[in-house]
């Protein structure tokens, strides 16, 4: 089953990004751009 995850950035915290995510208990991690920060950044799901 799918769930929908919201990704925030590591280094400003703002939530950019939102995606669907299994149910497994594993928190998503992705390399994105972060337009606040003007740079690619790790973006993580959040609750």
């Known amino acids: 089953m799918q769930k929908k ?3 925030a ?3 400003c915290g703002k939530r950019n ?3 669907s995510a299994s149910k497994d208990g594993t928190r ?3 390399k ?3 337009s606040t920060c ?3 950044t790790v973006h993580r ?3």
Do not use: G, I, P
Request: hydrophobic residues 35%; proline residues 0%; contains cysteine.
């Open 45 to 47: 799901e959040t609750k």
């Open 9 to 11: 950035c590591s280094q």
């Open 5 to 7: 995850a919201v990704l």
């Open 28 to 30: 998503l991690e992705f």
């Open 17 to 19: 990004y939102s995606t």
């Open 32 to 34: 994105k751009f972060c």
């Open 38 to 40: 003007s740079a690619h």
